[in-house]
């Protein structure tokens, strides 16, 4: 379980308690609605700030900083969840009580934090510009990380078609030419703007109680020139209508990307069901896509599912010699019917549920994994504890998944193949 507390307003804390581990976490998120214009410079400031601050100017100073504190690391964290974008840090560092003597690491922690936040290095007013250019190299190479993994690429160009009217059609990192017009000044203006306007999500894993944790982040704001603007609410897909794509690269292997839409979410009572029927789907390595149309039929050389709860939308991903994409394609329509039809055997339905509580038993075990799960579910507005969830998982049943695979229909198709 979590506890809430509200900063001041748009700033709000959730600390989650525990005293099993000798590594803390704490992270700070800027929240925004995810908008294709300022996606890029989003992505990119977070990594500009973590290059140097007024009392630590550069890398060398921050990582000697962080070895002081026991090792400490703070990274960027850029997520996207649903409609929103998120900027910000995320904090590791080893819990006061296993540190020598008198040493203290979380105080000092938190006001690096805040160094990060309210006192970057500037040159002439804004960011530095070797600093900026720096990271727009870095995020250009991640961007083209992606392109490179063609199951990723794929699955990024399914999004795009079938999303293009809705905001999960938007690149988390924005795209490269947006990072080529960012400059040193803009990114910085854009940044007071963040600061001003943006919902602030903290999130805290240690064995401090939340009031202490308060008490400690409220200095990090105070004074800071706030004009808060609500976040819209999340929505549910936004249909630009059904799509059929087909792209060519110099590719050995075809990549054949499928979209499904179902009204079931994170925010109807099946939403943990269809979590079900995507395991037994194909979630996983004894789902039906990938016992059958894999290991049986050697369609393919790998195939499987995922499910988006926010926005309702079901994909299916799969890797095989480029003519065998429409035989493909028909084998997961074929898949789908069974389940429609409820043939789903025993041993199936078990073995996604045991699969599905094996992810959510882990999750308690690391810091980060709780943090995760927790803010975003937050934004998401997916309320479900951990314990709730299993519990749901515990008592789903074949007739339910029948009747969300009905649900299921085919909006959308991507195909990467070769030039030949």
Aim: aromatic letters at 8%; proline letters at 4%; glycine letters at 8%.
């Amino acid at each position: 379980m979590t506890e809430t507390i509200t900063l001041q307003p748009g700033i709000d804390l959730r600390c989650c308690t525990d005293t099993r581990f000798k590594t803390n976490c704490l992270s700070l998120q800027l929240v925004r609605p995810m908008r294709r214009e300022e996606a890029s410079a989003n992505a990119l400031v977070s990594a500009v700030l973590l290059r140097g601050t007024e009392n630590y100017p550069d890398l060398r100073d921050i990582t000697l900083h962080l070895d002081d504190l026991y090792g400490a690391t703070v990274g960027s964290l850029v997520r996207r969840v649903g409609d929103y974008q998120t900027t910000g840090f995320y904090c590791s560092f080893t819990e006061d009580r296993y540190a020598l003597g008198d040493d203290q690491i979380l105080v000092p922690v938190v006001d690096f934090l805040k160094e990060l936040l309210r006192k970057p290095r500037l040159e002439k007013g804004v960011f530095c510009e070797s600093y900026v250019e720096g990271e727009k190299r870095n995020l250009l190479a991640a961007i083209e990380a992606q392109k490179n993994d063609k199951r990723v690429y794929a699955s990024s160009q399914l999004m795009k078609y079938m999303c293009a009217q809705d905001p999960t059609g938007i690149p988390r990192l924005g795209e490269p030419e947006q990072v080529r017009a960012l400059n040193a000044g803009g990114l910085y203006s854009h940044y007071q703007r963040l600061l001003r306007e943006s919902r602030i999500d903290l999130f805290y894993v240690g064995s401090q109680k939340p009031e202490y944790i308060a008490q400690l982040l409220m200095p990090v704001f105070q004074g800071m020139d706030r004009n808060y603007v609500n976040l819209p609410e999340q929505t549910t897909f936004c249909d630009g209508g059904k799509t059929r794509q087909e792209e060519r690269m110099e590719v050995t292997q075809g990549k054949l990307q499928m979209g499904f839409v179902t009204e079931s979410t994170l925010n109807t009572p099946d939403f943990v069901p269809m979590q079900v029927l995507n395991t037994v789907f194909g979630g996983g390595m004894t789902s039906k896509l990938f016992m059958n149309v894999r290991e049986k039929m050697s369609l393919c050389y790998d195939i499987g599912s995922s499910y988006q709860g926010g926005k309702g939308i079901l994909t299916v991903g799969a890797g095989m010699d480029h003519h065998m994409a429409e035989t493909v394609e028909k084998e997961v329509l074929c898949q789908l019917e069974s389940c429609r039809r409820g043939e789903i055997t025993p041993a199936e339905l078990e073995s996604a549920k045991a699969s599905l509580l094996s992810s959510l038993r882990a999750i308690p075990d690391s810091p980060s994994s709780l943090e995760n799960y927790y803010s975003t579910g937050a934004l998401s507005g997916m309320n479900l504890t951990i314990g709730e969830y299993m519990d749901q998982v515990g008592t789903v049943t074949v007739e339910q998944l029948a009747r969300l695979a009905q649900s299921l229909e085919l909006h959308s198709v991507f195909l990467l193949k070769g030039v030949q």
